[in-house]
C-alpha cells in the first residue's frame, strides 16, 4: 500500500512538473510570435535574429516556393515595407497545433507607396489571411503565409482580369 501511495504520489509530481513545462514552452513561444509580428509591423529585422533559425523556411502564396534562410526573411520583410511602408499585421486568433506548429488568424493592411507606379500610390488595401507558423524549442522554424492576394489587389484599384468578353 506504502509502495502504491509513493507511486501515486510520483505520478502526481511529475504531471505538475511536466505541465509548467508546456506552460513555459507556450508562454516561451507566445512571446516569440509577438516579437516576429513586432518585426512585421516594424521592428528593427535584427530581433529575429534571436527568434528565427537560421534555415527558416517562407512560403507565400499564390506559389508556396520555399524562401529559404533568415536572410530570405528580412529581405521579404524589407520588400513589403519599401512598398507598404505602414505595414500592418493584427493577430485575431492563435492555435497552437502540439510541439512544432501553430495556426495565426489575422488582417494586414497598408498604404501603396512605391514611387515607379504613382497611379496606384497612396490607395489603402486590406486583407485577411492565415499562418501555419512552424518551430522547435521556441524558436521559429518557419511560415506559411496564405490570404486573398486578389482581394488585396482589388482594393489597390487593379482589376481582374477574367479572358472573358
Known amino acids: 500500500m506504502k509502495k502504491l501511495l509513493v507511486f501515486f504520489i510520483f505520478l502526481l509530481l511529475l504531471f505538475f512538473i511536466t505541465s509548467c513545462q508546456q506552460q513555459k514552452s507556450h508562454d516561451e513561444l507566445n512571446a516569440a510570435v509577438e516579437k516576429y509580428l ?15 533559425s537560421e534555415n527558416f523556411q517562407l512560403r507565400i502564396n499564390p506559389t508556396f516556393e520555399a524562401m529559404t534562410g533568415r536572410d530570405k526573411l528580412k529581405e521579404s520583410i524589407s520588400r513589403t515595407r519599401s512598398v507598404f511602408p505602414d505595414f500592418k499585421v493584427k493577430e485575431n ?21 512605391n514611387p515607379q507606379d504613382t497611379s496606384k ?23 506559411w503565409i496564405g490570404y486573398s492576394d486578389l482581394i488585396w489587389y482589388e482594393k489597390l484599384g487593379y482589376k481582374h482580369n477574367t479572358g472573358k468578353k
Open 38 to 52: 513586432y518585426v512585421w509591423n516594424g521592428g528593427s529585422l535584427d530581433s529575429l535574429d534571436a527568434i528565427t
Open 93 to 113: 486568433e492563435k492555435i497552437i497545433l502540439g510541439d512544432t506548429a501553430l495556426v495565426l488568424r489575422w488582417e494586414i493592411s497598408g498604404t501603396y507607396q
Open 121 to 143: 500610390y497612396g490607395r489603402k488595401t486590406e486583407a485577411n489571411g492565415f499562418s501555419v507558423i512552424f518551430f522547435n524549442d521556441g524558436i521559429l522554424t518557419g511560415e
